[in-house]
């Protein structure tokens, strides 16, 4: 039988994946995976301190490009403890905006979501547990990528010969 396909020749080693391989991959499943869960946790834990820092309403809002867009409304601080002045927003929301009016004017610099020591801290960990466990990751998709380019060349090669039998 000739494979004409780079599919038929993939499945044809997955069927007969040796044992090592099958546990490589395996680890290489769980290690992604858990790669995958601390990130996450991370930037859960960095929406979450946004959402605290800003008293943003919610993770989403936190996590914005436009975090302070809500200030587009008020062209000074003034006009914040005006709108409460005259009970147009409560102290607790007058409290928020002016909160959240001093963090605009420490982060000016920067663009995009609102950033602290904090939260480049918390990226620095992420960047961190990226690079002490992305290696044997990266390694494995080269050698799976080499098997597929393997592939397709065999499936070329089925291919020519069967044309060149055929005539």
Known sequence: MSFTTAQEILSL???????????????IKALRRDLETA???IQEAIARYRKVKLRARSKKQAN???VFAELDAYSSQED???AYGYEMISESEMDRLMNLWELREQSKQAE???RDRCVEMLELAS???WDAYSAPIL???EKVSQMHRDAERIAAENR??????AR
Not at 13 to 27: G, H, I, M, S, V
């Open 13 to 27: 080693w997955a069927k007969n994946e040796t044992p090592e391989a099958r546990r490589e991959r395996l680890e």
């Open 127 to 129: 960047q961190a547990v």
């Open 139 to 141: 390694a494995y998709e």
């Open 112 to 114: 995009g979501p609102y």
């Open 64 to 66: 914005s490009p436009d």
């Open 160 to 165: 020519r010969r069967n044309t060149e039998r």
């Open 39 to 41: 990130q996450e946790g």
């Open 80 to 82: 914040i403890r005006t």
